[in-house]
C-alpha cells in the first residue's frame, strides 16, 4: 500500500489512493542541489514504512488508512516533539494536542481556540539526539493532526493522501529544504521594515494627515500609514468615499513627508447594480457559485457581497485590474483583509439573526450564533468552485487556498501597476507558500497581557512552516491597551519582521503619544532603535530570501539536543544574532532568561551569561532584555524619520567577543535589481590576540553604489585600559575611545 518517490536526497515523496487539489504549492522541478552526508531513506516493511537515518530507524510503523473521503496516515516517533503548523494558538511544541486545518475566522482568539485564519499542513518532529524531520501533507483539503504523543496521525477529507518527508538532520536544514519546494518571500521594499501605523479607522484625510504630521513633529520614525474600511465609498472595494473626497492629493501630502500608505481591500463585493466592480465581474462571470448555480451571496461590511472565484486566472487578471483605483492615486501597498473567506451570515440565516437582534439587548445568542456561523458556516458546503478547465471543485477544497489565490492576484496588480517596484501585501489569511507573496499578521488579538505573551509562540509556528515576514497587531486590537502593555508590545514589536500598530473601532487610541509625554519617549526610543538595527534586520530578509531561514526563529534551533528550549515560547531569536525576551507580564521589572548553549552578552552593560543556564534579569519599564551571541556582528546605522530620508549614512558594526564574524547585506530597496546581482555584501571579521585587534573586511559582493559611506567598528565589552592597536586588512588603523568602548572608523572606499 502507498508509493515512494525520491525527489533527492532529503525529500522524500509518499502518497496513497487519488488525492486532488485545485492548485499545487509544491515545485519540486527546480530543487538546489543537496548533497546529504546522512543516508537518509524510506524503507517499506510489507504494509509499512519507516524512516531511517543512518541505519537507524527515526520514524517507524508509517501506515495509511483510507476511507471514503477521508485519508490519514500514522506514524511511530518516540519521544516526538512538533513544531510548525503554521498560525496556531498555543505554545509551541505540539505534542499532546489535535488541531483542525480550515481557514477561519474566528474572533476571539481564547486559548484553545483552533482553527485560525491560516492553514499550514506541515511540521518539524525533534527529539534530542536525533534527527529532525518534516513532514508536509500536500492537501488544501480539510485536515487534521492528532499529536497524541510517541504514535501520532494526520490526514485530509480526500480520497488519497500524499505527504512528503524532509530531511534535517538539524531544524533549521528542514525549512530551508520545505522553503525550497514551496518557495520564499521575495525581498520586500525597504519601507516595509519601519514602523507602521494604524487604526479602524483613520476615517478622514484630515484624521490620516494629523497622525502623519503628528509623527514627524515628535520625530517618531515612521514610514506607513494605513486606511482601513472608512476609507471606501459604502465599504464598497476599490472606492473612495466622502472623507478622502481627493484621495490623490491626500497621499500626495503623505509622500512629501515621507510616508507610504497602504489600503485594506476585502474580497466580498457588494451586490450593486451600477458598481462597477460589480457589473464587470459580472460580465465574466467571476463570482462564486452556490450549489444551485447561481452567484452566491454572503453578509460582509457592505451587507450583501459576492465573491471573486479566485481560482480561475482570468479573474485573477480582472481582480488585478481592479487596483488600478489605488495605485493609481499613489497608494503604495495592499492589505488584504476577510480573506478566509470571512461571512458574517446569508440569506438563510438572516431571519434568524434579526430575531435574536430583537431577542433580548445582552443577546450573547446572537454572538453564540455569528460566531458558529463565522467558524461553521454551512455556506462552506454551499459554495461552488469553477477552474481553468471548466471543472468544479467544492468550496472545502478551495477555502484554504483562497486567500493564497487573492494574494496572487494581488501580486498581478503590481506587475500591472507598479513594473519593477517591490510588492506590499498583508495577507489575514493564507497557506503553504504564502511568503511568496505577502506579509502576514495575526489578525484580531487582544490587548491583553496574555497576548502578548500568546503572540511569540503563534509568529514562531509560522516562521518555521516558512513564513517569514511576520507580525502582530502593537498594542492588540480588541479592547483597550494600557499605557504599560503598549510600551511592553512595542519593545517586543521592534523585533518582530513586521512592525504595526492597529487597534479595533471603539477602542482608546494607541498611536505612540497616546499616553501621554513619558510613555511616548519609551515608545519613540524603541522605534529609533528599530531603525537604527535596519542593516540588520535587512539582512536577516536577504537571508530568509535566500535560503528560507526564518527572521524570528525559536531558541530550540539553536541547540535541539536541549530539551529545555523546546518549552521557550517567550524568548525568541532574531536573525543569528539577537535573543530578544520579553516582558509580558504587568507591573513587573525583571524576568528569567534561559540561554541556548554558548555565552550571551547584555547589551545594556556587556554582562556576560553561561548558555543552558536560567538567570534572574532586570527590566524596568523602559527595558527590555536583549542580548547578543558571544562573537557576532550586531550593524546599526543610523536612525531616521522614514526609510531612507538620507543617502550617505554610516555603518557601525559593534563587535562582541574577541573573535567574531558577520555579514551585512544592502541594495536599493525598491526594484528587483538585486536578482541581477546589484547588491552589496560586505563581510566583517575580527581576530585578536595581545598585539590587538586584526579585522578583516572583505567585499563579497559590490553591485550597486551603496547608501553606507562611513564605517565606524566599535569593540564591545573589552576591558584592558589602554587603547588597543588596530589593522583592517593589515593596515594600522586608529583607535579612539566613546564612553569607555575603543571604536576605529573608515571611509567604506577605502576598503574597495
Ligand atoms: C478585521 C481585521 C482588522 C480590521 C477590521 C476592519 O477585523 O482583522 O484588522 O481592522 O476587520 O477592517
Given at each position: 500500500m502507498g508509493k515512494i518517490q525520491k525527489i533527492n536526497d532529503v525529500i522524500f515523496r509518499l502518497s496513497l489512493g487519488n488525492p486532488s487539489n485545485p492548485?499545487?504549492?509544491?515545485?519540486?522541478?527546480?530543487l538546489e542541489s543537496v548533497k546529504c552526508k546522512y543516508d537518509f531513506r524510506i524503507v517499506e516493511n510489507g504494509d509499512l514504512f519507516s524512516v531511517v537515518s543512518n541505519g537507524e530507524?527515526?520514524?517507524?510503523?508509517?501506515g495509511f488508512s483510507l476511507e471514503s473521503g477521508k485519508t490519514s496516515v500514522t506514524i511511530m516517533f518516540p519521544n516526538a516533539h512538533f513544531f510548525g503548523f503554521g498560525e496556531k494558538m498555543g505554545?509551541?511544541?505540539?505534542?499532546?494536542t489535535r488541531m483542525r486545518m480550515i481557514n477561519t475566522d474566528n474572533p476571539l482568539h481564547t486559548p484553545?481556540?483552533?482553527?485560525?485564519y491560516i492553514s499550514i499542513p506541515f511540521f518539524i518532529t525533534v527529539s534530542p539526539g536525533k534527527p529532525a524531520i518534516g513532514f508536509y501533507?500536500?492537501?488544501?483539503?480539510?485536515s487534521f493532526f492528532d499529536?497524541?504523543?510517541d504514535v501520532y496521525t494526520f490526514g485530509a477529507q480526500d480520497n488519497g493522501i500524499e505527504f512528503y518527508v524532509i530531511y534535517g538532520p538539524t531544524v533549521t536544514d528542514v525549512v530551508k529544504h520545505f522553503t525550497s519546494m514551496i518557495g520564499r518571500m521575495p525581498?520586500?521594499?525597504?519601507?516595509?521594515?519601519g514602523y507602521q501605523q494604524s487604526r479602524?479607522?483613520?476615517?478622514t484625510a484630515d484624521q490620516a494627515l494629523s497622525i502623519a504630521r503628528k509623527m514627524r513633529e515628535d520625530a517618531i520614525p515612521c514610514d506607513v500609514i494605513y486606511l482601513d474600511i472608512d476609507y471606501m465609498d459604502g465599504y464598497k472595494v476599490f472606492t473612495w468615499g466622502s472623507g478622502f473626497a481627493n484621495p490623490k492629493s491626500f497621499i500626495n501630502k503623505l509622500k512629501i513627508m515621507g510616508f507610504k500608505v497602504v489600503a485594506i481591500v476585502d474580497p466580498g463585493v457588494k451586490?450593486?447594480?451600477?458598481y462597477s466592480v460589480y457589473e464587470t465581474g459580472k460580465k465574466i462571470e467571476a463570482f462564486c457559485k452556490s450549489k444551485d448555480g447561481e452567484e452566491f451571496v454572503g453578509y460582509v461590511w457592505p451587507g450583501q457581497c459576492v465573491f471573486p472565484d479566485f481560482l480561475r486566472t482570468d479573474v485573477r487578471e480582472w481582480w488585478a485590474q481592479q487596483h488600478k483605483a489605488l495605485f493609481d492615486v499613489g497608494i503604495d501597498g495592499i492589505w488584504n483583509d476577510m480573506?478566509?473567506?470571512?461571512?458574517?451570515?446569508t440569506d438563510k440565516n438572516t431571519e434568524e439573526i434579526k430575531a435574536l437582534l430583537n431577542e433580548?439587548?445582552?443577546?450573547l445568542s446572537l454572538l453564540d450564533k455569528m460566531k458558529e456561523f463565522l467558524v461553521q458556516g454551512d455556506y462552506r458546503n454551499e459554495i461552488i468552485h469553477i477552474d481553468d478547465h471548466n471543472k468544479k471543485w467544492s468550496h472545502l477544497k478551495v477555502r484554504n487556498v483562497y486567500a493564497l489565490l487573492e494574494s496572487m492576484a494581488t501580486t498581478k496588480a503590481f506587475e500591472i501597476y507598479k513594473p519593477g517596484r517591490r510588492l506590499f501585501t498583508l495577507s489575514r489569511s493564507g497557506f503553504a507558500g504564502i511568503q511568496k507573496y505577502s506579509a502576514i499578521w495575526t489578525g484580531d488579538?487582544?490587548?491583553w497581557w496574555e497576548h502578548l505573551e500568546g503572540e511569540m509562540p503563534i509568529l514562531m509556528g509560522l516562521s518555521l512552516s516558512g513564513v517569514s515576514f511576520v507580525g502582530t497587531d502593537i498594542g492588540g486590537f480588541g479592547g483597550n491597551a494600557t499605557p504599560e502593555l503598549l510600551i511592553r508590545w512595542t519593545e517586543m514589536g521592534t523585533f518582530l519582521p513586521f512592525f504595526r500598530n492597529h487597534t479595533a473601532i471603539g477602542t482608546v487610541s494607541q498611536e505612540p503619544w497616546a499616553f501621554g509625554r513619558d510613555v511616548e519617549e519609551i515608545i519613540k526610543k524603541y522605534i529609533k532603535l528599530r531603525y537604527e538595527l535596519f542593516p540588520y534586520m535587512y539582512t536577516c530578509f536577504y537571508n530568509a530570501h535566500e535560503t528560507?531561514?526564518?527572521?524570528m526563529r525559536p531558541?530550540?534551533?539553536?541547540?535541539?539536543?536541549?530539551?529545555?528550549?523546546?518549552?521557550?515560547?517567550?524568548e525568541f531569536m532574531v536573525g543569528d544574532s539577537i535573543l530578544v525576551a520579553p516582558v509580558v507580564?504587568?507591573?513587573?521589572v525583571w524576568r528569567s532568561v534561559y540561554f541556548p548553549k554558548g555565552r550571551w552578552i547584555d547589551?545594556?552593560?556587556s554582562q556576560k551569561y553561561e548558555g543552558r543556564h536560567a538567570y534572574k534579569i532586570a527590566a524596568p519599564l523602559d527595558e527590555i532584555p536583549i542580548f547578543v551571541r558571544e562573537n557576532s556582528v550586531i550593524f546599526r546605522t543610523d536612525s531616521m524619520?522614514?526609510?531612507?530620508?538620507?543617502?550617505?549614512l554610516t555603518l557601525y558594526a559593534d563587535f562582541y567577543g574577541q573573535k567574531a564574524i558577520g555579514r551585512v547585506y544592502e541594495d536599493d530597496?525598491?526594484?528587483?535589481e538585486y536578482n541581477e546581482g546589484k547588491y552589496n555584501l560586505y563581510e566583517i571579521s575580527v581576530e585578536s590576540n595581545h598585539d590587538g585587534y586584526f579585522v578583516n573586511f572583505k567585499?563579497?559582493?559590490?553591485?550597486y553604489v551603496g547608501r553606507y559611506k562611513k564605517v565606524v567598528l566599535s569593540f564591545e565589552?573589552?576591558?584592558?585600559?589602554n587603547l588597543p592597536a588596530v589593522k583592517v586588512n593589515d593596515k594600522p588603523m586608529k583607535s579612539y575611545f566613546v564612553e569607555g568602548i575603543p571604536r576605529i572608523d573608515f571611509d567604506l572606499k577605502e576598503m574597495m
Amino acid at each position: 500500500m502507498g508509493k515512494i518517490q525520491k525527489i533527492n536526497d532529503v525529500i522524500f515523496r509518499l502518497s496513497l489512493g487519488n488525492p486532488s487539489n485545485p492548485i499545487n504549492v509544491v515545485d519540486t522541478t527546480n530543487l538546489e542541489s543537496v548533497k546529504c552526508k546522512y543516508d537518509f531513506r524510506i524503507v517499506e516493511n510489507g504494509d509499512l514504512f519507516s524512516v531511517v537515518s543512518n541505519g537507524e530507524e527515526i520514524a517507524k510503523e508509517i501506515g495509511f488508512s483510507l476511507e471514503s473521503g477521508k485519508t490519514s496516515v500514522t506514524i511511530m516517533f518516540p519521544n516526538a516533539h512538533f513544531f510548525g503548523f503554521g498560525e496556531k494558538m498555543g505554545f509551541m511544541d505540539k505534542r499532546g494536542t489535535r488541531m483542525r486545518m480550515i481557514n477561519t475566522d474566528n474572533p476571539l482568539h481564547t486559548p484553545g481556540l483552533d482553527p485560525m485564519y491560516i492553514s499550514i499542513p506541515f511540521f518539524i518532529t525533534v527529539s534530542p539526539g536525533k534527527p529532525a524531520i518534516g513532514f508536509y501533507l500536500n492537501s488544501t483539503a480539510f485536515s487534521f493532526f492528532d499529536m497524541d504523543g510517541d504514535v501520532y496521525t494526520f490526514g485530509a477529507q480526500d480520497n488519497g493522501i500524499e505527504f512528503y518527508v524532509i530531511y534535517g538532520p538539524t531544524v533549521t536544514d528542514v525549512v530551508k529544504h520545505f522553503t525550497s519546494m514551496i518557495g520564499r518571500m521575495p525581498m520586500p521594499p525597504a519601507w516595509a521594515i519601519g514602523y507602521q501605523q494604524s487604526r479602524w479607522s483613520y476615517a478622514t484625510a484630515d484624521q490620516a494627515l494629523s497622525i502623519a504630521r503628528k509623527m514627524r513633529e515628535d520625530a517618531i520614525p515612521c514610514d506607513v500609514i494605513y486606511l482601513d474600511i472608512d476609507y471606501m465609498d459604502g465599504y464598497k472595494v476599490f472606492t473612495w468615499g466622502s472623507g478622502f473626497a481627493n484621495p490623490k492629493s491626500f497621499i500626495n501630502k503623505l509622500k512629501i513627508m515621507g510616508f507610504k500608505v497602504v489600503a485594506i481591500v476585502d474580497p466580498g463585493v457588494k451586490r450593486e447594480n451600477g458598481y462597477s466592480v460589480y457589473e464587470t465581474g459580472k460580465k465574466i462571470e467571476a463570482f462564486c457559485k452556490s450549489k444551485d448555480g447561481e452567484e452566491f451571496v454572503g453578509y460582509v461590511w457592505p451587507g450583501q457581497c459576492v465573491f471573486p472565484d479566485f481560482l480561475r486566472t482570468d479573474v485573477r487578471e480582472w481582480w488585478a485590474q481592479q487596483h488600478k483605483a489605488l495605485f493609481d492615486v499613489g497608494i503604495d501597498g495592499i492589505w488584504n483583509d476577510m480573506n478566509e473567506p470571512s461571512i458574517v451570515w446569508t440569506d438563510k440565516n438572516t431571519e434568524e439573526i434579526k430575531a435574536l437582534l430583537n431577542e433580548n439587548e445582552v443577546s450573547l445568542s446572537l454572538l453564540d450564533k455569528m460566531k458558529e456561523f463565522l467558524v461553521q458556516g454551512d455556506y462552506r458546503n454551499e459554495i461552488i468552485h469553477i477552474d481553468d478547465h471548466n471543472k468544479k471543485w467544492s468550496h472545502l477544497k478551495v477555502r484554504n487556498v483562497y486567500a493564497l489565490l487573492e494574494s496572487m492576484a494581488t501580486t498581478k496588480a503590481f506587475e500591472i501597476y507598479k513594473p519593477g517596484r517591490r510588492l506590499f501585501t498583508l495577507s489575514r489569511s493564507g497557506f503553504a507558500g504564502i511568503q511568496k507573496y505577502s506579509a502576514i499578521w495575526t489578525g484580531d488579538n487582544s490587548s491583553w497581557w496574555e497576548h502578548l505573551e500568546g503572540e511569540m509562540p503563534i509568529l514562531m509556528g509560522l516562521s518555521l512552516s516558512g513564513v517569514s515576514f511576520v507580525g502582530t497587531d502593537i498594542g492588540g486590537f480588541g479592547g483597550n491597551a494600557t499605557p504599560e502593555l503598549l510600551i511592553r508590545w512595542t519593545e517586543m514589536g521592534t523585533f518582530l519582521p513586521f512592525f504595526r500598530n492597529h487597534t479595533a473601532i471603539g477602542t482608546v487610541s494607541q498611536e505612540p503619544w497616546a499616553f501621554g509625554r513619558d510613555v511616548e519617549e519609551i515608545i519613540k526610543k524603541y522605534i529609533k532603535l528599530r531603525y537604527e538595527l535596519f542593516p540588520y534586520m535587512y539582512t536577516c530578509f536577504y537571508n530568509a530570501h535566500e535560503t528560507g531561514i526564518p527572521i524570528m526563529r525559536p531558541l530550540l534551533m539553536y541547540d535541539q539536543d536541549d530539551l529545555d528550549l523546546y518549552s521557550v515560547n517567550d524568548e525568541f531569536m532574531v536573525g543569528d544574532s539577537i535573543l530578544v525576551a520579553p516582558v509580558v507580564r504587568p507591573n513587573t521589572v525583571w524576568r528569567s532568561v534561559y540561554f541556548p548553549k554558548g555565552r550571551w552578552i547584555d547589551i545594556r552593560n556587556s554582562q556576560k551569561y553561561e548558555g543552558r543556564h536560567a538567570y534572574k534579569i532586570a527590566a524596568p519599564l523602559d527595558e527590555i532584555p536583549i542580548f547578543v551571541r558571544e562573537n557576532s556582528v550586531i550593524f546599526r546605522t543610523d536612525s531616521m524619520n522614514y526609510l531612507f530620508e538620507r543617502e550617505n549614512l554610516t555603518l557601525y558594526a559593534d563587535f562582541y567577543g574577541q573573535k567574531a564574524i558577520g555579514r551585512v547585506y544592502e541594495d536599493d530597496g525598491e526594484s528587483f535589481e538585486y536578482n541581477e546581482g546589484k547588491y552589496n555584501l560586505y563581510e566583517i571579521s575580527v581576530e585578536s590576540n595581545h598585539d590587538g585587534y586584526f579585522v578583516n573586511f572583505k567585499v563579497l559582493r559590490r553591485g550597486y553604489v551603496g547608501r553606507y559611506k562611513k564605517v565606524v567598528l566599535s569593540f564591545e565589552g573589552w576591558t584592558d585600559i589602554n587603547l588597543p592597536a588596530v589593522k583592517v586588512n593589515d593596515k594600522p588603523m586608529k583607535s579612539y575611545f566613546v564612553e569607555g568602548i575603543p571604536r576605529i572608523d573608515f571611509d567604506l572606499k577605502e576598503m574597495m
